[in-house]
């Protein structure tokens, strides 16, 4: 049955969406906006929650990837929550709250009906779990429902602030439903105490659930379609009761509210991700999507004792501290809960439209802000804990098409709600939000491992403890750098460097290097580099590294800086910190100002009265004061280097003191610089400065270079060289980030991509199929001049690809979803002119990952279509597949059309087009990285100049564009798909089509990619049609020709015209006796007429016989080629057949074939 979510929603206009994310309760009249809350109602409560979901979400990620499990899990949740809620929308149910796998429903009635409505409910029970108490899922993990039913008072709190609302229902009923849905086993309903008291004890057969107070609910007296149409009349909120359709259910008719004070109080209520989907008029289709966020789980244990007024006062104050805290860092609490783990918040950082980088960091950060705050501020507060979690989620849409939660819902969420509840009293992370923050390990404290409800193996698990003592005065944090892997692609950086200390060295010149960039650019690891050099050279060295949180920390970067220079050690008491502090300060400071340094160096000078007597201003200043002080001597006193990771996180505190005396001090220092940050622009302003530049220089990190990114890659891998396709792909995917690439590459040995072998010069190739395409992959080999160089005879190790592997169709690793992209340049904006294409991949990849399973599939199969209307040779080539006759030989969606393609205008401007976007996709594919080399072999079937040349020909016409922009995503689409047959097609296509505009490296390569899928086509037993094997091997005879085998290409030739039922005799005797009967069938084409054939079976004639004359010209050429009488005559024996074979084309053209359809015959390969 078709799932409710597939109808149209009812709510899809625009002024009628937010009723969508609201329950009735909120949206109907006689709800008192102005007298919001505490509010009591009477009724009955409902709580479902669908057993099996963790194990479900499990099983998706096994079987899907972290990505696309969380899309699947979505989607199978969706649909069997969309059925069960459409009975309960039936019934005439409000649904309040939605808590992942569970769901909260509420019938509002008077304490008078509640027995009636108690009957209607469990009838709605009753037939729930008939039709949906047990689901089966294709992964072979089966979902049950468990459900609790309760009854009476209720109380309804809201918290928040001016701008946002939660709501909220406490009451004994609350807690009564969720133990008895808690006692509930797969596929019962049980009653609590409460509600069998007040319920139609006649009409209901139970049994008593154990020695508990509950009740299982075994069978209702059934109620007829009046009767329950009269029960729910009778309810509250459907004073305006709608009439049940046959074909779709329906919520009452709420309209939003032209009151726009009511319109803005309702909109509170609704999640800030939602709101902007809503003010830009989004489509409900469109809303949902597969992101990169972090979420926070915050649980709150208040006391038992609070009563409603404390909790309503709790709740109002937690909700303001969450909100204060996460929103500056576009943190949204996207839902809040009183039932299922008791009093949880979820919130989410990087939801659609509010995504800002080092969002882990900041999600760590607030996590630990929020326990800090509300640990020490809430009343009632018995305990908290927290859990974050990074990964690819579901954002969008769940629960039923005509009332549901725009949420998020995956895997990860899970394990979130799993930590905030088996890590009490702390705050807990993932692995994943443990690698993303890129924060220092000393940052986290790893947990013991425990045992998760429905996690098989789970990763490790972390504390977040953020700043401590620890990361202060540890003074053991200079980096090493590796004596194997030199620092590629910064030798200006490094040469900057070199040259200033040694002007420091020998004439004393002051100098601060700041070297700017982006995440991922590579300025830690160039620090590191620096700091080698800096201890090579004899130097003391003085590292440090700051984060975001020390920005909320006053004085934390002068604090550090000196507790590193003077040596201050992390395991010391207090009074060993005070005797070094005055030991190397005497005489800087006076001893009466030593107090002052208490806060900021956790010591415990005594506090003099000078200072006991100063006012606040007095005492800032004199902090200031001293702090400078004490930093002139640090850092002036002895000769040193000081390295500053992340300088830009310098607190305003310290930066105050800092930077005056920065700028009259005599030092060395090296920082990294971010861009976008307060401290970067007054290093480069500073630099700017006339007065200033002789003693600060600043430097952009720029991207490497694509030679010193093969470099970087023959080192990563060990290797001496790499295939020029893997080159590419990491070159256009990388951008020249070095964390980019070297994520990608860990993507690709991750998923076993790569194969590695020792290269050999001597290697003799072999006279084979096999042995070609090893010289091809081996010709085009790309190898560095720093690896070539250092591999002596080339004899060292290789890397290769998979041969069943496209680099194309690799998903971008999670990693690389939520990073800062480097900025698009003008240039490549100018290439771009004219067509709608993203300029980077990466881009291009994170947002196709976006999209949920259903969009994507909808979408390809709309571009599929688009393409393949245009998947046929340009105009100056009189049109026609590349394959003459392809269409008309195997069955094709284009249905035989007419191939010349469509004159219309809309049609001539797509071809435009996709010829631009082609001629962009050719230079990409076909960039060569400067500064490398191929790795070319005299022996090796491609010498250098034909290699250089296969790839980079020009066509006149426009079929080369079309290849890459058509039929090259044509295949690609039909081998991810799984249809074998389309995609053999089009991959046979884009062979003919390398070879008609001259390239035969690439037919070559297309040919290798479509013996891969044969192989996998006979392992799955899927029959290929005869025409195509015939084409395949014809397509291959005509590379190895080029490539001068031509004992293999008569072989495959021969075997080609056997398939096409026009075998070739391969002895003089059967060449006799074949030459006989071509003069025999010329002769009887001369007298007979060929009968008349319907027009479908005459074009694949047609295509047949054409691809006959196509191979035997070829095999009448290549038995030329030998200065024999044996050759000779078979080299006549071809061109006597591939004659009447002409003839037969010509007889059927005169039967009324029109020439737009004929097409004309291919010209045959010319050979040198």
Same mark, same amino acid.
């Given at each position: 049955?078709?799932?409710?979510?597939?109808?149209?929603?009812?709510?899809?206009?625009?002024?009628?969406?937010?009723?969508?994310?609201?329950?009735?309760?909120?949206?109907?009249?006689?709800?008192?906006?102005?007298?919001?809350?505490? %509010?009591?109602?009477?009724?009955?409560?409902?709580?479902?929650?669908?057993?099996?979901?963790?194990? +479900?979400?499990?099983?998706?990620?096994?079987?899907? !990837?972290?990505?696309?499990?969380? $899309?699947?899990?979505?989607?199978?949740? =969706?649909?069997?929550?969309?059925?069960?809620?459409?009975?309960?929308?039936?019934?005439? !149910?409000?649904?309040?709250?939605?808590?992942?796998?569970?769901?909260?429903?509420?019938?509002?009635?008077?304490?008078?009906?509640?027995?009636?409505?108690?009957?209607?409910?469990?009838?709605?029970?009753?037939?729930?779990? %008939?039709?949906?108490?047990?689901?089966?899922?294709?992964?072979?993990?089966?979902?049950?429902?468990?459900?609790?039913?309760?009854?009476?008072?209720?109380?309804?709190?809201?918290?928040?602030?001016?701008?946002?609302?939660?709501?909220?229902?406490?009451?004994?009923?609350?807690?009564?439903?969720?133990?008895?849905?808690?006692?509930?086993?797969?596929?019962?309903?049980?009653?609590?105490?409460?509600?069998?008291?007040?319920?139609?004890?006649?009409?209901?057969?139970?049994?008593?659930?154990?020695?508990?107070?509950?009740?299982?609910?075994?069978?209702?007296?059934?109620?007829?379609?009046?009767?329950?149409?009269?029960?729910?009349?009778?309810?509250?909120?459907?004073?305006?009761?709608?009439?049940?359709?046959?074909?779709?259910?329906?919520?009452?008719?709420?309209?939003?509210? =032209?009151?726009?004070?009511?319109?803005?109080?309702?909109?509170?209520?609704?999640?800030?991700?939602?709101?902007?989907?809503?003010?830009?008029?989004?489509?409900?289709?469109?809303?949902?999507?597969?992101?990169?966020?972090?979420?926070?789980?915050?649980?709150?244990?208040?006391?038992?004792?609070?009563?409603? #007024?404390?909790?309503?006062?709790?709740?109002?104050?937690?909700?303001? #501290?969450?909100?204060?805290?996460?929103?500056?860092?576009?943190?949204?609490?996207?839902?809040?809960?009183? &039932?299922?783990?008791?009093?949880?918040?979820?919130?989410?950082?990087?939801?659609?439209?509010?995504?800002?980088?080092?969002?882990?960091?900041?999600?760590?950060? /607030?996590?630990?802000?929020?326990? /800090?705050?509300?640990?020490?501020?809430?009343?009632?507060?018995?305990?908290?804990?927290?859990?974050?979690?990074?990964?690819?989620?579901?954002?969008?849409?769940?629960?039923?098409?005509?009332?549901?939660?725009?949420?998020?819902?995956?895997?990860?969420?899970?394990?979130?709600?799993?930590?905030?509840?088996?890590?009490?009293?702390?705050?807990?992370?993932?692995?994943?939000?443990?690698?993303?923050?890129?924060?220092?390990?000393?940052?986290?404290?790893?947990?013991?491992?425990?045992? +998760?409800?429905?996690?098989?193996?789970?990763?490790?698990?972390?504390?977040?403890?953020?700043?401590?003592?620890?990361?202060?005065?540890?003074?053991?944090?200079?980096?090493?750098? /590796? $004596?194997?892997?030199?620092?590629?692609?910064?030798?200006?950086?490094? $040469?900057?460097?070199?040259?200033?200390?040694?002007?420091?060295?020998?004439?004393?010149?002051?100098?601060?290097?700041?070297?700017?960039?982006?995440?991922?650019?590579?300025?830690?690891?160039?620090?590191?580099?620096?700091? &080698?050099?800096?201890?090579?050279?004899?130097?003391?060295?003085?590292?440090?590294?700051?984060?975001?949180?020390?920005?909320?920390?006053?004085?934390?970067?002068?604090?550090?800086?000196?507790?590193?220079?003077?040596?201050?050690?992390?395991?010391?008491?207090?009074?060993?910190?005070?005797?070094?502090?005055?030991?190397?300060?005497?005489?800087?400071?006076?001893?009466?100002?030593?107090?002052?340094?208490?806060?900021?160096?956790?010591?415990?000078?005594?506090?003099?009265?000078?200072?006991?007597? #100063?006012?606040?201003?007095?005492?800032?200043?004199?902090?200031?004061?001293?702090?400078?002080?004490?930093?002139?001597?640090?850092?002036?006193?002895?000769?040193?280097?000081?390295?500053? *990771?992340?300088?830009?996180?310098?607190?305003?505190?310290?930066?105050?003191?800092?930077?005056?005396?920065?700028?009259?001090?005599?030092?060395?220092?090296?920082?990294?610089?971010?861009?976008?940050?307060?401290?970067?622009?007054?290093? &480069?302003?500073?630099?700017?400065?006339?007065?200033?530049?002789?003693?600060?220089?600043?430097?952009?990190?720029?991207?490497?270079?694509?030679?010193?990114?093969?470099?970087?890659?023959?080192?990563?891998?060990?290797?001496?060289?790499?295939?020029?396709?893997?080159?590419?792909?990491?070159?256009?995917?990388?951008?020249?980030?070095?964390?980019?690439?070297?994520?990608?590459? @860990?993507?690709?040995?991750? *998923?076993?991509?790569?194969?590695?072998?020792?290269?050999?010069?001597?290697?003799?190739?072999?006279?084979?199929?096999?042995?070609?395409?090893?010289?091809?992959?081996?010709?085009?080999?790309?190898?560095?001049?720093?690896?070539?160089?250092?591999?002596?005879?080339?004899? !060292?190790?290789?890397?290769?690809?998979?041969?069943?592997?496209?680099?194309?169709?690799?998903?971008?690793?999670?990693?690389?979803?939520?990073?800062?992209?480097?900025?698009?340049?003008?240039?490549?904006?100018?290439?771009?002119?004219?067509?709608?294409?993203?300029?980077?991949?990466?881009?291009?990849?994170?947002?196709?990952?976006?999209?949920?399973?259903?969009?994507?599939?909808?979408?390809?199969?709309?571009?599929?279509? &688009?393409?393949?209307?245009?998947? @046929?040779?340009?105009?100056?080539?009189?049109?026609?597949?590349?394959?003459?006759?392809?269409?008309?030989?195997?069955?094709?969606?284009? *249905?035989?059309?007419?191939?010349?393609?469509?004159?219309?205008?809309?049609?001539?401007?797509?071809?435009?087009?996709?010829?631009?976007?082609?001629?962009?996709?050719?230079? $990409?594919?076909?960039?060569?990285?400067?500064?490398?080399?191929?790795?070319?072999?005299?022996?090796?079937?491609?010498?250098?100049?034909?290699?250089?040349?296969?790839?980079?020909?020009?066509?006149?016409?426009?079929?080369?564009?079309?290849?890459?922009?058509?039929?090259?995503?044509?295949?690609?689409?039909?081998?991810?798909?799984? =249809?074998?047959?389309?995609?053999?097609?089009?991959?046979?296509?884009?062979?003919?089509?390398?070879?008609?505009?001259?390239?035969?490296?690439?037919?070559?390569?297309?040919?290798?990619?479509?013996?891969?899928?044969? =192989?996998?086509?006979?392992?799955?037993?899927?029959?290929?049609?005869?025409?195509?094997?015939?084409?395949?091997?014809?397509?291959?005879?005509?590379?190895?020709?080029?490539?001068?085998?031509?004992?293999?290409?008569?072989?495959?030739?021969?075997?080609?015209?056997?398939?096409?039922?026009?075998?070739?005799?391969?002895?003089?005797?059967?060449?006799?006796?074949?030459?006989?009967?071509?003069?025999?069938?010329?002769?009887?084409?001369?007298?007979?007429?060929?009968?008349?054939?319907?027009?479908?079976?005459?074009?694949?004639?047609?295509?047949? #016989?054409?691809?006959?004359?196509?191979?035997?010209?070829?095999? !009448?050429?290549?038995?030329?080629?030998?200065?024999?009488?044996?050759?000779?005559?078979?080299?006549? +024996?071809?061109?006597?057949?591939?004659?009447?074979?002409?003839?037969?084309?010509?007889?059927?053209?005169?039967?009324?074939?029109?020439?737009?359809?004929?097409?004309?015959?291919?010209?045959?390969?010319?050979?040198?």
């Amino acid at each position: 049955m078709a799932s409710a979510w597939e109808r149209e929603c009812p709510y899809s206009e625009m002024g009628q969406r937010s009723v969508l994310l609201l329950p009735d309760l909120l949206l109907s009249e006689n709800f008192a906006w102005e007298n919001l809350i505490p %509010k009591t109602i009477m009724g009955v409560l409902f709580l479902a929650d669908v057993s099996g979901y963790t194990a +479900l979400s499990q099983k998706c990620v096994q079987q899907s !990837g972290t990505d696309r499990g969380a $899309d699947e899990l979505a989607q199978i949740l =969706n649909d069997y929550m969309s059925d069960f809620l459409e009975v309960v929308l039936d019934f005439g !149910g409000d649904i309040l709250k939605f808590g992942g796998d569970a769901v909260l429903v509420v019938w509002r009635a008077s304490e008078a009906q509640l027995p009636q409505t108690i009957s209607l409910v469990l009838q709605c029970c009753q037939q729930i779990q %008939k039709k949906h108490g047990s689901r089966d899922t294709h992964l072979g993990q089966k979902l049950h429902l468990k459900i609790g039913i309760s009854a009476g008072k209720m109380t309804i709190l809201s918290a928040g602030d001016r701008y946002h609302q939660q709501y909220f229902i406490c009451s004994n009923a609350l807690d009564e439903v969720m133990m008895a849905q808690n006692l509930a086993v797969k596929s019962e309903v049980i009653v609590s105490p409460t509600c069998w008291e007040l319920c139609e004890q006649e009409q209901i057969q139970t049994r008593l659930f154990g020695r508990k107070r509950v009740l299982k609910v075994q069978r209702t007296e059934h109620m007829s379609g009046s009767e329950r149409e009269d029960a729910a009349g009778q309810f509250d909120q459907h004073t305006k009761m709608r009439r049940l359709e046959r074909l779709r259910h329906q919520r009452p008719p709420f309209h939003v509210s =032209n009151d726009p004070k009511a319109a803005a109080k309702m909109q509170k209520y609704i999640p800030e991700a939602a709101l902007r989907k809503l003010d830009v008029d989004m489509p409900l289709h469109l809303w949902s999507e597969l992101r990169p966020v972090t979420s926070l789980f915050i649980q709150l244990q208040f006391s038992e004792n609070a009563n409603t #007024m404390d909790l309503q006062r709790g709740l109002c104050d937690a909700t303001r #501290m969450i909100s204060t805290i996460i929103s500056p860092h576009k943190g949204e609490i996207n839902k809040s809960l009183l &039932f299922d783990k008791g009093c949880t918040f979820l919130c989410v950082f990087g939801m659609s439209g509010a995504k800002l980088h080092h969002e882990s960091t900041h999600a760590l950060d /607030s996590a630990l802000q929020i326990f /800090s705050t509300c640990s020490t501020s809430l009343r009632n507060l018995e305990a908290m804990s927290i859990g974050v979690t990074t990964g690819t989620m579901f954002c969008g849409l769940c629960g039923h098409p005509e009332r549901a939660e725009h949420t998020v819902i995956g895997h990860k969420v899970n394990l979130g709600a799993r930590l905030m509840v088996h890590y009490p009293r702390l705050v807990s992370c993932d692995e994943d939000t443990y690698k993303a923050s890129r924060l220092p390990s000393y940052f986290f404290k790893e947990l013991p491992k425990k045992e +998760l409800k429905g996690v098989t193996d789970p990763s490790p698990v972390y504390q977040y403890v953020g700043i401590t003592n620890k990361c202060i005065f540890d003074t053991d944090r200079t980096k090493r750098r /590796s $004596d194997r892997r030199p620092l590629l692609g910064r030798e200006v950086e490094i $040469d900057l460097f070199e040259r200033s200390l040694k002007a420091y060295e020998t004439l004393g010149q002051p100098r601060i290097l700041a070297y700017a960039g982006i995440l991922g650019s590579g300025k830690s690891r160039l620090l590191t580099e620096l700091a &080698f050099l800096g201890q090579a050279a004899g130097h003391r060295v003085v590292t440090m590294e700051l984060t975001e949180a020390h920005m909320r920390q006053p004085f934390s970067a002068i604090r550090m800086l000196v507790a590193r220079a003077l040596g201050l050690q992390a395991g010391e008491t207090c009074e060993d910190w005070q005797r070094t502090l005055q030991a190397k300060l005497q005489g800087v400071i006076a001893e009466s100002r030593y107090c002052l340094l208490n806060n900021i160096f956790l010591v415990k000078f005594a506090i003099s009265d000078e200072v006991r007597q #100063m006012h606040d201003l007095q005492m800032k200043g004199e902090l200031q004061k001293t702090c400078r002080e004490v930093l002139q001597k640090t850092l002036g006193g002895e000769f040193g280097i000081f390295v500053i *990771d992340n300088a830009h996180f310098i607190d305003p505190a310290s930066w105050t003191v800092m930077w005056p005396v920065l700028q009259s001090v005599t030092l060395f220092m090296v920082m990294s610089l971010a861009p976008g940050h307060e401290r970067t622009e007054s290093f &480069f302003k500073a630099a700017a400065d006339s007065t200033t530049s002789q003693r600060i220089s600043c430097l952009h990190l720029e991207e490497l270079k694509p030679a010193a990114v093969v470099q970087k890659v023959c080192q990563d891998l060990g290797v001496v060289s790499i295939p020029r396709d893997l080159a590419r792909f990491l070159i256009q995917r990388s951008s020249g980030i070095p964390y980019y690439c070297e994520e990608l590459l @860990h993507c690709l040995r991750r *998923d076993n991509v790569l194969l590695f072998s020792t290269g050999r010069q001597d290697k003799k190739v072999e006279d084979n199929w096999e042995g070609l395409i090893a010289s091809a992959v081996e010709a085009s080999l790309v190898v560095s001049a720093t690896s070539s160089s250092s591999a002596g005879n080339n004899s !060292g190790r290789v890397c290769t690809i998979r041969a069943d592997v496209s680099l194309e169709t690799t998903v971008l690793p999670a990693t690389l979803k939520g990073v800062e992209r480097p900025s698009t340049s003008k240039e490549t904006t100018e290439q771009q002119a004219g067509v709608l294409a993203f300029c980077a991949p990466l881009l291009q990849e994170a947002a196709y990952e976006l999209w949920p399973k259903r969009q994507r599939a909808s979408t390809q199969r709309k571009c599929a279509a &688009f393409l393949e209307k245009h998947a @046929h040779k340009c105009r100056r080539c009189h049109g026609g597949d590349f394959v003459a006759f392809h269409r008309f030989a195997v069955p094709s969606p284009q *249905d035989g059309e007419n191939c010349q393609g469509s004159a219309d205008e809309d049609d001539w401007h797509s071809w435009e087009a996709l010829v631009l976007a082609g001629e962009q996709l050719k230079k $990409d594919r076909t960039h060569i990285p400067e500064g490398s080399a191929n790795a070319l072999q005299p022996q090796q079937a491609f010498s250098k100049e034909e290699f250089s040349t296969l790839d980079g020909d020009k066509c006149s016409c426009e079929c080369e564009a079309i290849i890459e922009s058509v039929l090259v995503p044509l295949a690609r689409h039909y081998v991810a798909t799984g =249809n074998a047959s389309r995609a053999f097609y089009y991959l046979l296509e884009c062979a003919a089509a390398y070879l008609h505009v001259s390239n035969s490296y690439m037919a070559l390569m297309k040919l290798r990619e479509a013996e891969v899928l044969r =192989n996998s086509m006979r392992k799955t037993a899927t029959v290929l049609d005869c025409f195509e094997k015939a084409t395949f091997l014809s397509l291959k005879a005509e590379v190895c020709c080029i490539l001068g085998c031509v004992g293999l290409a008569r072989k495959m030739t021969r075997q080609a015209l056997s398939l096409l039922k026009k075998p070739f005799p391969q002895t003089c005797s059967g060449a006799f006796v074949t030459s006989l009967w071509e003069r025999f069938q010329r002769a009887l084409c001369d007298t007979n007429r060929t009968p008349s054939l319907p027009l479908e079976a005459r074009r694949k004639k047609v295509a047949w #016989m054409l691809q006959q004359t196509r191979c035997l010209s070829s095999l !009448g050429h290549l038995y030329s080629l030998e200065d024999t009488s044996g050759r000779q005559s078979l080299s006549r +024996l071809a061109a006597r057949m591939k004659a009447n074979v002409d003839r037969r084309i010509d007889s059927l053209k005169e039967e009324g074939f029109h020439p737009d359809n004929y097409l004309s015959i291919p010209a045959f390969l010319s050979v040198s």
